[in-house]
């Protein structure tokens, strides 16, 4: 084998965002892209030399080509050791476990997560650092100057390595190790849950049914859910993860996972249902007749943690991302514990976490996780989820319930304008920022502002500053409309708008969120010039 350094001119596009770069999985297929973006991170990480890495995907289209192409850029750059999942596929979380239990230097996970896939779809490619977590905003901003500056990059000449086949071999200086994608994950779960209480629920009767999407926790729902927690054969459902996850969006939220929340809403309901996303960071959760927001499932985890032995010692602190609902804000007041608000993204929660100062994190974006690993975790949700239903002994419909009669209920919905020009994009964002200064005090649709200003966020931990991460409007009665663009498109620009308004303990907790929140999706569209900026007055996706 031998290394060879290729010339080429750098591609000035590759800047990562919320979660890694994602692109058209055509772009990534160029000739030199996927491999002028990997000698980048290597580079911005001091290069490969002696180091250690994790990689895996989630199965989708150019998974293992990508693989294949990274191991022997690692082989060039002088890497030590390699651990890949079997078959080429990782979820997210397994990957960060890998990172942490193995001490590797960081790993690559091939995903563009809740995005589609196919060659005419997306594919995406996120670092992760040593901590397992996904790479910081530093790191991130050198891998992109990096990328800009680049004019070779290294390739060894090897044949490809066999995927399939677990076991460790060596290309001359570099270990390479086929592993298990599910045991090493499946071990940490039974350390942090009641595997004996959850099993003896399904082995009690209790139902569910676990939509894999066709992405990558199909296998690993299987082998937890069924084959470990004797959770009946048929269980798991779209459990074969597929390179274009059966032409769906592999998306946990009730419009991409109809199906379920169909099954849900049915006479047929089992007792639980839920979803996970393409590389299964993301979970649904989903009670009979009763959906669960994800900043609510974050607050009923927080609050009934204490039920699972990982956390029966209690919680360090609770943090959420800025546009998720105050729900887990309410729990940690009530707990005395910390509470903290980061930007979008799981990048920021890792200071947190590493520092000690936190213990479950959320978003509303259907993400949830611990101090376990350094990212989202789904099957964990899903897991704590069963933990405590088995300890309560009450549906989901009565923890909910339950719950807002404790705390109150954040009423809540994310609406979602995807492919907009992304100059029109910008032009309301640009507008609606130049104007928050004089937004307090006038009206909008009959509701009246009482507070405007974008996020910035201070790490507590090591003091870095980002900003530019949300235009926040609070209204009279205490509504809220958070404005931001999504960091994870590849097409355009998409524009969130997040709603949210708090209903006390004694209040009506029975309204349709859409409904509660009509008056605030008012003034938010009208005050931001929605319609005129966009010519969209309907949400392409509400959650
Ligand atoms: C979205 C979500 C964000 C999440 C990110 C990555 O980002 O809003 O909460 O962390 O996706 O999740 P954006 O910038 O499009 O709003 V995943 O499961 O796609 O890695
Ligand atoms: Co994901």
Redesign the pocket.
């Known amino acids: 084998m031998t290394a060879q350094s290729v010339k080429i001119k750098p591609f000035h596009d590759q800047k990562p965002?919320?979660?890694?770069l994602r692109k058209k999985t055509r772009d990534f297929m160029r000739p030199q892209y996927l491999e002028a973006f990997i000698q980048a991170t290597f580079n911005a990480i001091g290069g490969g030399h002696g180091k250690a890495f994790v990689i895996g995907g989630d199965g989708r289209f150019f998974n293992a080509e990508a693989i294949q192409t990274i191991v022997k850029i690692a082989a060039a750059n002088g890497a030590s050791r390699l651990i890949i999942g079997q078959n080429g596929i990782l979820s997210?979380p397994a990957a960060s476990h890998l990172i942490r239990k193995y001490g590797t230097d960081g790993g690559f996970i091939l995903?563009?997560?809740?995005?589609p896939g196919g060659i005419d779809e997306d594919f995406g490619v996120?670092f992760n650092a040593a901590n397992g977590g996904p790479a910081p905003e530093a790191l991130t901003a050198k891998m992109f100057n990096e990328t800009k500056a680049l004019g070779s990059y290294e390739i060894s000449d090897q044949p490809d390595i066999d995927l399939t086949r677990i076991g460790t071999t060596k290309i001359t200086a570099m270990q390479v190790e086929i592993v298990d994608p599910v045991s090493d994950y499946l071990a940490l779960m039974e350390e942090l849950f009641d595997f004996n209480a959850i099993s003896a629920l399904f082995a009690g009767g209790f139902r569910m049914c676990f939509d894999a999407m066709h992405a990558v926790t199909g296998p690993y729902a299987h082998a937890i859910l069924e084959d470990r927690l004797g959770a009946p054969k048929g269980t798991v459902v779209n459990g074969i993860p597929k390179e274009d996850f059966g032409k769906g969006h592999p998306d946990p939220n009730p419009i991409w996972a109809k199906t379920l929340m169909d099954l849900m809403m049915s006479d047929k309901a089992p007792d639980l249902g839920a979803a996970s996303?393409?590389?299964g960071?993301?979970n649904m959760i989903v009670g009979r007749g009763a959906y669960v927001t994800p900043s609510d499932s974050l607050a009923v985890l927080a609050a009934n943690a204490h039920l699972a032995p990982a956390y029966a010692k209690g919680l360090a602190g609770i943090a959420r991302?800025m546009?998720t609902s105050a729900a887990s804000d309410r729990v940690a007041a009530r707990l005395g514990i910390g509470q903290y608000e980061t930007p979008?993204?799981?990048k920021f929660f890792g200071n947190l976490l590493d520092a000690g100062r936190v213990t479950i994190c959320g978003?509303?974006?259907a993400?949830t996780g611990s101090d376990h690993v350094r990212e989202?975790d789904g099957l964990w949700a899903v897991l704590l989820w069963l933990n405590i239903l088995a300890k309560r002994n009450l549906s989901v419909a009565q923890i909910l319930t339950d719950h807002w009669a404790t705390y109150g209920r954040d009423y809540y919905s994310r609406h979602d304008f995807e492919a907009i020009e992304a100059s029109k994009a910008d032009a309301l964002v640009t507008e609606l920022s130049d104007k928050l200064p004089d937004l307090p005090g006038q009206s909008f649709a009959g509701l009246t502002v009482t507070k405007a200003d974008e996020f910035s966020y201070h790490d507590p931990v090591d003091g870095s500053v980002s900003t530019h991460q949300g235009l926040r409007v609070y209204f009279d009665g205490g509504g809220r409309a958070v404005f931001?663009l999504?960091?994870?498109?590849t097409e355009g620009a998409?524009l969130?708008i997040y709603l949210e308004h708090y209903e006390p303990a004694e209040g009506d907790h029975s309204q349709d969120p859409q409904t509660a929140l009509a008056p605030l999706r008012d003034a938010a569209y009208t005050l931001s010039r929605l319609t005129d900026h966009t010519g969209r007055s309907d949400p392409d996706v509400r959650t």
């Open positions: 965002g919320t979660s890694g997210t995903s563009a997560s809740h995005n996120k996303d393409g590389d960071d993301r991302s546009p979008t993204g799981w978003e509303e974006s993400g989202k931001r999504s960091g994870t498109g998409t969130r």
